[in-house]
């Protein structure tokens, strides 16, 4: 198994597909969807674009889907929700599909739809990610990092780092062989630096900063958490 972290979507290699894709947008869009298919959702289906997702959610009855939106941060009007996974609770979300667009995660997952396998990845289901990467042992796993609007984020490196380090943690495979690029090494070595300190860590990247500009104390703490969730959502169409 080789490991490849790329920072943004822009990044990716366009020729060729990795055995499985992890997708990776801490604040916020993996950790949303991470926390509502732990609430309960039935699925959830991600859009680029907000007409889309209008469009597509009509197909459902009012009462079994939920629309959540974000756009620089803030919840699109057309939408219930925006883009907080503290929003999904058991009681506004169980037996219902989520239709989620946000500035940066959904096109990111939109960048590597085609691969065999897709998941997503935040700081909250880390261990999930690792389990099943430990388990499947795809032959080429790149970890993609959301960014914020085409530029780097410090808080999806340093959760590739985690998942990578976990992976060191139950395998006997050396860095040096499992690293598939300079980058894989670094965030490994970002994740070691602050893993006591994710919480610090965030509230100090230009997004967190951005996030609580905008009243988003909350969900930046709910981000920093490590392995609180055992959910792992994987692409199925």
Same mark, same amino acid.
């Given at each position: 198994m080789k490991l490849f972290v790329y920072?943004? $979507? #822009? #990044?990716? $290699?366009?020729?060729?597909?990795?055995?499985? !894709?992890?997708?990776?947008d801490v604040l916020r869009a993996s950790s949303t969807i991470a926390a509502a298919i732990n609430a309960g959702a039935s699925a959830v289906q991600v859009f680029s674009d907000? #007409? $889309?997702l209008l469009e597509a959610s009509e197909t459902v009855e009012e009462d079994k889907r939920i629309r959540a939106g974000e756009r620089g941060g803030r919840k699109v009007k057309a939408? #219930?929700?925006g883009n907080s996974p503290l929003a999904f609770t058991p009681e506004n979300t169980e037996g219902r599909r989520?239709?989620?667009s946000t500035t940066n995660g959904t096109r990111c997952s939109e960048s590597v739809r085609n691969a065999s396998k897709v998941i997503m990845a935040s700081l909250t289901n880390r261990q999930a990610v690792v389990n099943y990467l430990a388990t499947k042992r795809p032959g080429t796993v790149w970890l993609v990092g959301s960014g914020w609007e085409g530029s780097y984020s410090l808080e999806d490196t340093v959760c590739a780092?985690?998942?990578?380090?976990?992976?060191? !943690?139950?395998?006997?495979? $050396?860095l040096s062989k499992l690293a598939g690029n300079d980058e894989a090494i670094a965030a490994v070595s970002l994740f070691r630096q602050w893993q006591d300190q994710l919480p610090e860590l965030l509230t100090s990247a230009s997004h967190g900063q951005r996030l609580l500009k905008m009243r988003g104390k909350a969900d930046v703490a709910y981000c920093s958490q490590l392995d609180v969730l055992d959910t792992l959502p994987i692409q199925k169409d």
């Amino acid at each position: 198994m080789k490991l490849f972290v790329y920072h943004t $979507p #822009e #990044e990716i $290699p366009n020729n060729r597909l990795p055995g499985c !894709a992890v997708v990776i947008d801490v604040l916020r869009a993996s950790s949303t969807i991470a926390a509502a298919i732990n609430a309960g959702a039935s699925a959830v289906q991600v859009f680029s674009d907000i #007409e $889309p997702l209008l469009e597509a959610s009509e197909t459902v009855e009012e009462d079994k889907r939920i629309r959540a939106g974000e756009r620089g941060g803030r919840k699109v009007k057309a939408c #219930e929700f925006g883009n907080s996974p503290l929003a999904f609770t058991p009681e506004n979300t169980e037996g219902r599909r989520l239709f989620l667009s946000t500035t940066n995660g959904t096109r990111c997952s939109e960048s590597v739809r085609n691969a065999s396998k897709v998941i997503m990845a935040s700081l909250t289901n880390r261990q999930a990610v690792v389990n099943y990467l430990a388990t499947k042992r795809p032959g080429t796993v790149w970890l993609v990092g959301s960014g914020w609007e085409g530029s780097y984020s410090l808080e999806d490196t340093v959760c590739a780092g985690a998942i990578i380090d976990g992976i060191l !943690a139950v395998g006997k495979t $050396p860095l040096s062989k499992l690293a598939g690029n300079d980058e894989a090494i670094a965030a490994v070595s970002l994740f070691r630096q602050w893993q006591d300190q994710l919480p610090e860590l965030l509230t100090s990247a230009s997004h967190g900063q951005r996030l609580l500009k905008m009243r988003g104390k909350a969900d930046v703490a709910y981000c920093s958490q490590l392995d609180v969730l055992d959910t792992l959502p994987i692409q199925k169409d």
